[in-house]
């Protein structure tokens, strides 16, 4: 990590749901918990919690240099909703296999 910059990973056991549409897309009871400089707090997700038949693969990937490239999964009416990092970087590697919402609810 850089000067400033902190990246910390946390197991939970607070159940985490995505929606969208009315329609659950994951839920978990084992949720990582990364918090970031600068960014809001994020569940991750580990993709056997996460509704996949539901998403398409998208073309967007995105580059974080601390966490690596970035790939989405979509809805037919919500683009890029879902990311994970296939292959992040040493320093995250707590995060692959897992996938992140935009929004979700802490139940």
């Known amino acids: 990590m850089?000067?400033?910059?902190?990246?910390t990973i946390e197991r939970?056991?607070?159940r985490v749901?995505?929606?969208?549409?009315?329609?659950?897309?994951a839920e978990s009871e084992r949720p990582l918990v990364l918090r970031e400089t600068g960014c809001p707090v994020r569940y991750y997700l580990p993709?056997?919690?996460?509704?996949?038949d539901l998403l398409t693969p998208s073309d967007t990937h995105t580059y974080?240099?601390?966490?690596?490239t970035a790939s989405y999964w979509s809805l037919p009416d919500a683009a890029d909703l879902v990311?994970?990092?296939?292959?992040?970087?040493p320093?995250?590697?707590?995060?692959?296999?897992?996938?992140c919402f935009y929004e979700v609810e802490v139940l």
Do not use: M, N
């Open 12 to 14: 939970s056991t607070r």
């Open 2 to 7: 850089t000067e400033g910059h902190t990246i």
């Open 91 to 99: 320093d995250v590697a707590d995060i692959k296999e897992h996938l």
């Open 17 to 25: 749901r995505a929606v969208h549409g009315g329609q659950v897309l």
């Open 64 to 68: 974080c240099p601390f966490k690596g």
């Open 47 to 52: 993709a056997e919690d996460v509704r996949l």
């Open 83 to 89: 990311w994970a990092y296939p292959d992040p970087k």
